[in-house]
């Protein structure tokens, strides 16, 4: 962020959704569209180029889909965050986005609003996520799927975490701040920043939303 404004990359294939979306977010005062990309590839270049803090990022778009320019941006950029723009909250393809490190989803008739405070919450290192909407759409993946498959990693590391740790972990997923985990454990926000630091550090996940896809994965919490 440059003097406190966000800086925005809108990646759809859809003029009229680029041009909407990147008059709704300049038009807010901390917000600024930097750019506009027509396809996963293009999206991947614009990135590099720009270094935009925030990427809104169809997933059906031509010559290299929203899922795999995630995940080429994660792994070769490691600042910009992703946030998956969709039509449909039971989407699959959602869930592939945010295992490959999206900071979370917006449909795409989200108010101004919304979509403002979408992205200032993934600038922010936040993930976003509704528990509700969440809870749908990884019940409806592993049904499409032959079942959830544990991230390596993690899996391997999952031994070590405390018991607090694995708490936090499982509050983490259902959707909870810093804030509202502290106030639910009854103990400083520092103390659940330090957790949650912690978490992310042992299971070498990226971010609050891998934390939670993974939670989800181990069956620490189950959709419903």
Known sequence: MTDGTIRVL???????VREGFSVLLNAMPDIEVVGEAVNGREAVGK???????????DIRMPELNGIEATREIIA???TSKVLVLTTFDLDEYVYQALRAGASG???????????AD???????????????????????FSKLSDGLRLMPQAQAAYGELTDRET?????????????EIAGHLVVAESTIKTHVSRVLVKLGLRDRTQAAVFAYEARLVTPG
């Open 10 to 16: 809108i990646a759809d294939d859809q003029m009229m």
């Open 47 to 57: 990135v590099r180029e720009l270094a935009p803090d925030v990427v809104l990022m």
């Open 76 to 78: 070769a950029d490691g």
């Open 105 to 115: 989803f917006l449909l795409k008739d989200a108010s101004a609003r919304q979509l």
């Open 118 to 140: 979408g992205v200032r919450v993934v600038a922010a290192g936040e993930a976003l996520l509704a528990p509700s909407i969440t809870k749908r759409l990884i019940t409806e």
């Open 167 to 179: 708490e936090v972990l499982v509050l983490i997923a259902q959707g909870l701040s810093n804030a």
